[in-house]
């Protein structure tokens, strides 16, 4: 694997430590707790983060189609912490899977997203989900300063 992928994983998974750490700090019973009307529970925000990992990995990087349904990861409710951190851990893989074929080359290459159709680079897809990784790890570490 290139010294480009390697950094890349390692920084998901240091942000996916940031969020088993958030896991293992809140109370089983706190994990559906939010301060305020429309903000997301901690259960919601690593259950966000694993879909749409999940999606931007498998669906379309690897072009699989999809299964997701956005919203439901909205609702999550009643998972433990440890259901939660399979959920991160198996969109890890899919993760690692995704970026395991690539070489630098593959950045440029355009794909399709399934949902609306959209095309965007593999590069972006790749920055996008690190982005998108780190700002609800940042929400969910607010979470347990606040909870």
């Known amino acids: ?3 480009f992928f390697e950094d890349y994983l390692d920084h998901l998974e240091t942000l996916h430590g940031e969020l ?12 559906d707790w939010s301060p305020a009307p429309d903000v997301n529970s901690i259960a919601v925000l690593v259950a966000h983060v694993a879909g749409a990992e999940r999606f931007w990995a498998a669906d379309v990087i690897r072009e699989q ?3 997701r ?3 439901q990861e909205f609702e999550t409710q009643g998972l433990t ?3 939660l951190a399979q959920g991160l851990d198996d969109a890890l893989a899919a ?7 690539l070489d630098e080359s593959d950045l440029t290459r355009v794909v399709t997203e399934p949902v609306r159709g959209r095309e ?3 590069g972006w897809c790749l920055l996008h989900a690190l982005e998108h990784t780190a700002v609800h790890t940042g929400h969910a ?4 300063q606040t909870s």
């Open 1 to 3: 694997m290139q010294l």
């Open 20 to 31: 088993h750490k958030a896991l293992a700090a809140t109370p089983e019973e706190r994990l």
């Open 65 to 67: 189609g999809t299964d």
């Open 69 to 71: 349904v956005r919203q």
């Open 81 to 83: 912490a440890a259901e």
């Open 95 to 101: 993760v690692r899977e995704a970026v395991a074929g």
């Open 120 to 122: 965007f680079t593999i």
């Open 141 to 144: 570490q607010l979470m347990v």
